[in-house]
């Protein structure tokens, strides 16, 4: 018997009526069974007639009780929303990047950098050894010393997730075999009721110190157990979906039970929730696989419980419960992890406050805290969200894994509500504030993302918490996901990046190519390789940047008077559809295979202006073209950029520079797609300014040119900028030489920041993250010192020191003492001589007079207290 379809009817409806069908089915056969035993005793000129009465009132009776359930359904009332996205997503797997394209090479640049350097980092830095020490656990094994963080397992499991999804754009039976070999490790850790975590396994009597003594006793502060768990699991399901197998499955599985069992809100559980959210979402992931409801119900309790248990604050966004909270605070990767956990639980339950309550909290993210790369997380003081239009940009955090999770958040609330805004902040955030975190050649990482740099950001080869690159390593090979949906009968075309794909729609199959050159020109070609689903709509969406709105929010607003236009054509005509109040430009028709749809977007260059209320931005603009933003770099500019002042109304040209000039030498021989490619650079005119030594100021006619901000700091540490003044007051001129500046630097801890002490600039106060500043961190109760080295011998009189403290979060606070001392010419060191008291002020001005002396060199000395390091801004001295 044919089987109803779900697409007929409600979902809810349909497994009601399946079910019956089914066992009807069974009585129908047994019942047909014994008609027919007769039937073929009759005449065989009597046995048509009898069979043809037997169908019909077979088919007639299905049919009745069809419509009779369906009457009785719409009798009892609207039948309840279905549990799940309304929209669904085209997986992975049946998107295939092209190589020749902007993120083909991205992905191609994984495969042969990013992903095999962290498996060779998982091998050097000891993550595979936890497991296998995990095996055979001893007293002896100093977990803290032999494993840093509790959190390292995480970083196999990311690393084998980025490798799933490459193996869907390029199977490799060499990385599978690898792969399997991992998973071999990591099974033989596992405990026999599925616990897994190697910071206790290794030595159970004697674990690391945030593990706590017994299972899930600090999970809400350090342990980060929970947080292994949502790691391995959102690996496990893209591994089962890549590869078919059940290996790393089953291990995420039986962890996964371990903890149903464990932790809830029952009599002998531990009634905790996670320190560091992302289990939710992976549980829910998890039930998507399997089926099995208990581990959504466990995500839910994760989501209902917080702002109810022990531990309550803002960081771990625990203060509220989670339906009363309306503002991002705290940890921003945290933030954002729970609230995609958050839509994925009311997708899944159908809890409409959950949805009610991530629209909020949306909203305040979008309107108030976002910057205009998409980066999310304003302060290193946590890694956290800062106030509401609290925006710096030199000391702008926007941690890469944050970026990742704000892609995550609007993904799902646009499967929740269908509505372009969503992914116009996903493809900001994107192309700028994600991509920013791993360079072009796929072998240096970003943590923080700044918008502004004097030189003390530079990129790195990997770091001691490598969780950035790991979570980059399994994202960016996963985006081939993103690319399209499908509801109904409509298919959105969400980003524009050059593929092909074949996905169902009304359970009919459709192929559908793409081509593009998108962002560098707005030219996007879409062919229709086959259809059997007949009539669909087609849903392109129109990018905010096109309809004239950076953002979906008064947070940003172009400044100049551009309107861009666009075009589409089906098969070289006018296309006969109009944009929606979604905005997606819909069209709808009997497509036929070699249907070919042309999008043109024209793609100005444009400068932005951000609400008057963001006070780091005021007076100034930021540049951007299609969904890049740009960005004033060094190298680029033979004077200081952060001198500059740009017109009103300026005028661009259009350049390029070859890929190669941003590709590590030792990196190019392997990243032969990037040969003969550039990248589109800008050039406007502008202005330095500079103080004389009367203080008069003095302006000099520049060209500033322009890279996109995802390809700064590929060449070297140094200035670059992001928001460039156009009103004065809003500019930074160069002031007159000090004996600081012209100084020789040197410190016993000399870090890329140390220039920092000596660039004249001083903040506004103890809060002000916006100038550089230089720390001694992570050295604590140790005596530190720095020295002016002058070109030759200067008399001083006064010093004046500005400390650098981020408490109550951070690990500096000012120091317990500090004393100068100058050097003779033999060399040695001595005490200035009738100094003042030596003040420690949070960022003010902390100045000591003493007897002149004339010397060569000068000399800080600073006791850090004994459980944080020292910082400073800025030291003078005259």
Request: hydrophobic share 35%; with cysteine.
């Amino acid at each position: 018997m044919r089987r109803l379809s779900k697409t007929a009817i409600g979902d809810e409806i349909f497994t009601v009526l399946d079910e019956f069908f089914l066992r009807f089915t069974r009585f129908l056969r047994k019942f047909a069974k014994a008609w027919h035993t007769p039937v073929r005793r009759l005449k065989p000129c009597q046995r048509p007639k009898l069979q043809h009465q037997y169908h019909t009132m077979k088919k007639n009776l299905i049919m009745t009780v069809a419509v009779a359930t369906l009457a009785m359904a719409v009798q009892a009332g609207k039948p309840k929303a279905a549990p799940g996205y309304p929209i669904t997503p085209v997986p992975f797997t049946s998107v295939k990047l092209w190589n020749n394209t902007f993120w083909g090479q991205r992905l191609e640049t994984s495969r042969r950098v990013t992903i095999p350097l962290a498996f060779s980092k998982c091998e050097t830095e000891g993550r595979y050894k936890n497991f296998e020490r995990a095996v055979h656990p001893s007293d002896s094994y100093d977990v803290n010393k032999l494993m840093p963080l509790s959190f390292d397992d995480t970083d196999p499991y990311k690393t084998i997730e980025g490798a799933s999804y490459i193996l869907q754009t390029y199977p490799d039976a060499r990385l599978k075999h690898y792969i399997d070999s991992v998973l071999d490790i990591i099974g033989a850790a596992q405990e026999p009721d599925g616990y897994l975590y190697t910071a206790r396994t290794q030595n159970p009597k004697h674990p690391h110190g945030w593990a706590g003594a017994t299972r899930w006793s600090k999970e809400e502060d350090l342990s980060h157990e929970l947080y292994n768990l949502g790691h391995m699991v959102e690996g496990a399901v893209a591994h089962w979906q890549a590869t078919g197998s059940r290996k790393f499955l089953d291990i995420a599985t039986r962890y996964a039970d371990c903890v149903v069992r464990e932790v809830g809100p029952r009599a002998g559980q531990a009634c905790v929730v996670p320190g560091h959210q992302i289990a939710e979402m992976a549980l829910c992931r998890l039930y998507l696989a399997t089926g099995n409801r208990k581990y959504l119900d466990e995500a839910k309790f994760f989501l209902d419980y917080r702002g109810k248990t022990e531990i309550k604050n803002d960081y771990s966004q625990s203060r509220l419960p989670v339906l009363q909270q309306d503002e991002a605070v705290g940890h921003a990767v945290r933030a954002t992890y729970m609230y995609a956990g958050m839509a994925d639980v009311a997708a899944l339950t159908g809890d409409t406050a959950y949805i009610h309550a991530i629209d909020r909290i949306w909203d305040n993210i979008v309107g108030r805290k976002l910057y205009i790369t998409g980066g999310i997380g304003a302060t290193s003081n946590g890694e956290a969200f800062g106030k509401n239009y609290e925006l710096p940009n030199m000391s702008a955090y926007n941690e890469t894994c944050a970026a990742i999770g704000n892609v995550y958040v609007n993904y799902r609330l646009f499967l929740l509500h269908g509505e372009s805004k969503y992914y116009d902040v996903l493809e900001r955030t994107l192309y700028n504030g994600l991509i920013d975190g791993v360079s072009m050649d796929g072998g240096g990482f970003f943590y923080p993302n700044p918008l502004e740099s004097m030189g003390q950001h530079q990129r790195q080869a990997w770091f001691g918490c490598a969780c950035c690159p790991s979570n980059v390593c399994r994202f960016l090979p996963s985006l081939p996901g993103y690319v399209y949906a499908v509801r109904d009968r409509s298919v959105y075309v969400n980003l524009f990046l050059s593929c092909s794909s074949q996905f169902d729609v009304a359970g009919r199959r459709v192929s559908i190519s793409q081509d593009t050159r998108y962002p560098w020109d707005g030219d996007v070609a879409l062919k229709v390789e086959g259809n059997k689903a007949g009539v669909f709509d087609m849903k392109i969406r129109i990018p905010g940047w096109v309809r004239n709105k950076p953002v979906p929010s008064d947070l940003y607003a172009y400044s100049d008077e551009l309107r861009p236009t666009y075009s589409v054509t089906v098969n070289g005509q006018p296309a006969a559809a109009e944009l929606t109040p979604d905005g997606y430009y819909t069209i709808r028709r009997n497509w036929r295979k070699g249907d070919v749809v042309r999008v043109h977007f024209d793609i100005p260059v444009r400068t932005v202006r951000a609400n008057n209320k963001v006070e780091a931005d005021r007076g100034q603009v930021c540049v951007e073209r299609g969904p890049l933003v740009y960005a004033a770099e060094w190298p680029d500019n033979a004077f200081d950029i952060m001198n500059v002042l740009v017109g009103q109304k300026p005028v661009f040209t259009q350049g390029s520079m070859p890929y190669d000039s941003f590709i590590a030498d030792s990196l190019k021989g392997r990243l032969t797609q990037y040969r003969g490619l550039a990248v589109q650079t800008l050039s406007m005119p502008a202005q330095t300014l500079a103080y004389d030594k009367d203080g008069r100021l003095a302006t000099h006619d520049v060209t500033l040119k322009l890279i996109p901000y995802f390809a700064w700091a590929h060449r070297g540490n140094g200035n670059m900028k992001v928001w460039l003044p156009q009103d004065v007051r809003a500019a930074r001129p160069a002031v007159p030489v000090t004996l600081a500046s012209q100084a020789e630097i040197a410190s016993s801890t000399p870090t890329r920041s140390l220039y920092s002490i000596a660039d004249g600039l001083v903040p506004a106060d103890e809060n002000d993250r916006s100038v550089p500043y230089f720390h001694w961190w992570p050295k604590q109760n140790t005596t530190e010192w720095i020295t002016y080295t002058f070109p030759e011998p200067k008399t001083v009189q006064t010093s004046t020191v500005y400390w650098y403290d981020d408490q109550p979060w951070g690990g500096c606070k000012v120091p317990d003492s500090w004393t100068l001392n100058y050097q003779d010419e033999a060399g040695n060191w001595h005490p200035v001589t009738h100094a003042d008291a030596y003040p420690t002020q949070r960022g003010a001005a902390c100045t000591v007079h003493f007897d002149p002396v004339k010397t060569r060199a000068i000399r800080l000395d600073v006791k850090q207290p004994e459980k944080h390091s020292s910082g400073l801004f800025e030291w003078m001295v005259k």
